[in-house]
């Protein structure tokens, strides 16, 4: 990919904001040299890695803190004769230490359901230096005593001449009465030795070597007669220590030496992860999405907005940036963009090149989910103005030759961005050309966005086939953009009124407009309609979203309603229950008057619950009745209050009812709660019934699926106990649980909470067929 391409994109700007969300100098590095993958496969097993890093992001499965750049001790790990010193020792074992955390965060779990999770568990890794630099490092920074046996040795002696010589000079100072002649504490060290700071005119009152004096020379350092020898093995002893500490960095080096591929990959590892990272903080930013990218794929992309844009107005909720949908069909290659000066076309330009790049690299882009975009090798722009005093080129001559150069490189595999080509030479034969280049490009293959004021390239865009003209709109009262693009139409430049907004004198605009009507070129009444009946339109296509929004809310109210009114009175009848079974065993009901007390119960639940069922049935899709005089022994069907399949047993034509068998018990059900096994299931308790998920595990008709994916631990856990409890309340004994595969950590938490509920009976992963570990099969008692 073209660097001008990139500058003129403003790509390397986006790479600055991505290196601000990256917590470490090295991976901010690596985030700079971000560019185009020039490998289709590459490219689509890191847009997978970064699907997988914005869900452990969002999870919090891995937080990344600030890590040193160790690129300085790989040149001394090459040389036999080089030693690493304490500081970069340390900074090793920080980064080896934050590599462990990451393998024990996502590496665990079956191989080949996670490619991120594989990358992790699969990097070769540097076992004994990692455990030795662990070992040997304290909290500090400094070597542990335990580094070695002899460094342990050393310092304990050392400890003890400390303990001898704070001893001696207290007795020494109590003994003399020093204590008024003493400037500070009892001891100190000046030149690595004991001494005593004494007040500068009492000097004599010690025997001993003077070794420094304060800067106001009030106080002098003398090291008593009796401490010498004792500071003397001190500095022997400190000389061995010295050698101590130099074997256990030598060693450790050695081990480091040794491993130097294995230190070097996770560290590589470490650094692409945290690079990861901080493309998922800038999907979280953007409010992006990760658009599917592949050879032959139209130009999709939905509600895309200027990333630069959105990360200047504060981010993916600010509404002051209009999303556009920058569309072609599959047999189009081209996009002709008419409108009003400033209105909004080369950011439609640039935001398509930009947006392109940013997918071609892997990033997410500022775009709505469901965007597709074609592989494109190569990227070539012309935007601006290309005037060059030092290169002689005017404008018009900058362009052309900038084509001249690169038009043996265009291919299939191209996008072209021509923002106003053609301009700053003989307007008829400037469009004459823009039209040519156009018609060249498309003999190519390529595929092309222009913005242009040229009234024949608008004709253009309407008429060639494989292009397709859109226009940005402007409010015909105000005549200001509204910076909404409208497709399959051309707009007015309006420079006139361009030039009244900016204050150009009312005389110069009469006397333009004057020669304009000479000129007989004015199509300004024909764009101005075609304007308004195109704003008008998108205020039709807004009012009517909204409609659709304010009635999916007022349907999901109904819904909710009705999940409450079914939970009363699942709440009721228990509570019923419990009473009737209170009054029996208080010997206040008998047996018989308790059990027709428990059916009438139980029969009303099932009419009131059908009648709930029912309603909420006809608010999503109204199920078809079922003909008892099809149905015959041994036929399944469903029953609708209970969400079961039943086996039929018998059928009783002048009650309308069926004996029906399930879960081992028999029952007559009226025909007007059953229907067909394979029919769509209801919703109960705001729990749906049969549901299918989204991914590869069907559901069995057999019981309750809930569908946790991309749930928190705590959002999932809180869901999850109210669905066993609602699946206890409705007396299902078979229920699914879609967590997914992911890093395993969402499956975990679900079987760990189904161990410790009392009323699970047993649970197991699902079939290879079924979904496998990312579904896990529960039956209750």
Not at 166 to 174: L, S
Not at 364 to 374: F, I, K, M, N, T
Not at 644 to 673: C, F, H, I, N
Request: charged share 25%; with cysteine; proline share 5%.
């Amino acid at each position: 990919m073209e660097s001008r391409t990139l500058s003129l994109l403003e790509f390397p700007k986006v790479l600055e904001r991505l290196a601000a969300l990256a917590v470490s100098e090295p991976a901010a590095a690596a985030c700079r040299e971000i560019s185009p993958i020039a490998d289709p496969k590459v490219l689509a097993d890191e847009q997978r890695k970064l699907a997988e890093a914005v869900e452990l992001r969002r999870d919090a499965a891995f937080t990344f803190t600030p890590f040193p750049d160790i690129e300085a001790i790989f040149p001394v790990l090459d040389s036999e004769r080089r030693t690493l010193d304490l500081d970069a020792l340390v900074a090793l074992g920080h980064v080896l230490g934050q590599v462990a955390a990451l393998r024990e965060a996502l590496g665990k779990g079956e191989p080949g359901t996670s490619l991120l999770r594989d990358v992790v568990a699969g990097a070769p890794w540097p076992q004994k230096t990692q455990a030795a630099l662990a070992r040997c490092l304290a909290q500090d920074g400094s070597l542990r005593d335990e580094a070695s046996p002899e460094l342990f040795s050393v310092r304990q002696e050392i400890r003890a001449i400390h303990q001898t010589i704070m001893t001696r000079v207290k007795e020494f100072v109590g003994e003399k009465e020093m204590g008024p002649f003493l400037q500070d504490d009892y001891v100190t060290i000046s030149s690595d030795r004991y001494v005593l700071p004494l007040k500068a005119n009492f000097k004599g009152r010690v025997q001993g070597i003077i070794h420094d004096y304060s800067q106001t020379g009030e106080t002098v350092y003398i090291e008593p007669f009796f401490l010498v020898e004792t500071n003397n093995r001190l500095q022997e002893l400190k000389n061995e220590e010295r050698e101590a500490e130099a074997r256990v960095m030598a060693f450790l080096t050695g081990l480091a030496r040794d491993e130097r591929r294995e230190v070097a990959a996770a560290y590589r590892l470490l650094v692409s992860c945290d690079v990861l990272w901080a493309k998922a903080a800038l999907a979280d930013r953007l409010g992006g999405a990760l658009p599917e990218v592949g050879q032959g794929l139209p130009v999709h992309l939905l509600a895309a907005r200027h990333p630069l844009l959105v990360l200047a107005a504060g981010g993916s909720a600010e509404p002051r940036v209009m999303p556009q949908d920058l569309v072609l069909a599959e047999e189009q290659r081209g996009l002709i963009v008419t409108g009003a000066n400033a209105g909004g076309k080369t950011v439609c330009l640039k935001t398509l090149g930009l947006l392109a790049i940013m997918a071609l690299s892997a990033l997410p882009v500022s775009a709505g989910e469901g965007s597709r975009l074609p592989y494109f090798r190569k990227v070539f722009v012309f935007l601006g103005d290309e005037q060059s005093l030092e290169d002689h080129l005017s404008t018009f001559t900058a362009q052309i030759r900038h084509l001249s150069r690169v038009w043996p490189d265009i291919d299939a595999d191209t996008l072209v961005l021509l923002d106003e080509f053609g301009a700053g030479t003989d307007p008829s034969q400037g469009a004459a050309l823009a039209q040519s280049v156009v018609d060249g490009l498309l003999d190519k293959g390529a595929y092309l966005a222009a913005a242009t004021h040229f009234p024949a390239l608008k004709a253009y865009g309407l008429s060639r086939p494989g292009v397709r003209a859109a226009c940005m709109l402007f409010d015909p009262a105000t005549k200001k953009p509204v910076y909404r693009l409208a497709y399959d139409q051309v707009g007015a430049s309006i420079a006139l009124d361009v030039a009244r907004e900016h204050g150009l004198p009312e005389e110069l605009l009469e006397r333009a407009g004057r020669y304009l009507l000479l000129d007989g070129g004015d199509a300004g009444q024909v764009f101005d309609r075609l304007n308004d009946l195109a704003l008008r339109r998108e205020r039709e296509l807004e009012a009517i979203a909204a409609k659709r929004r304010e009635e999916e809310g007022r349907v999901a109210k109904l819904k909710e309603n009705l999940r409450k009114a079914q939970d009363t009175l699942v709440e009721e009848i228990r509570d019923l229950s419990r009473e009737i079974a209170r009054r029996h065993e208080a010997g206040r009901l008998g047996r018989k008057e308790a059990q027709k007390a428990l059916a009438d119960a139980r029969k009303r639940l099932i009419e009131q619950g059908s009648a709930i069922t029912g309603l909420q049935e006809r608010e999503e899709a109204p199920a078809k009745a079922l003909d008892l005089d099809a149905l015959a022994p041994g036929d399944s069907v469903r029953i609708i209050s209970w969400g079961k399949t039943a086996v039929v047993r018998e059928k009783d034509m002048r009650r309308q009812a069926a004996k029906v068998e399930v879960g081992g018990v028999s029952l007559w059900v009226p025909a007007a709660d059953m229907a067909p096994a394979n029919a769509p299931a209801a919703k109960a308790g705001g729990v749906t019934v049969a549901r299918a998920p989204r991914e590869t595990a069907p559901a069995s008709g057999l019981g309750l699926v809930l569908d946790l994916r991309g749930m928190r631990a705590d959002a999932a856990e809180i869901e999850l106990a109210a669905f066993l409890d609602a699946a206890l309340l409705r007396g299902h004994g078979e229920l699914e649980i879609i967590h997914g595969k992911g890093t395993g950590a969402l499956r975990r938490e679900v079987h760990r909470l189904l161990k410790e509920h009392p009323q699970v009976a047993s649970f197991a992963l699902a079939p290879e067929d079924r979904g496998g570990d990312g579904m896990t099969m529960v039956t209750l008692k």
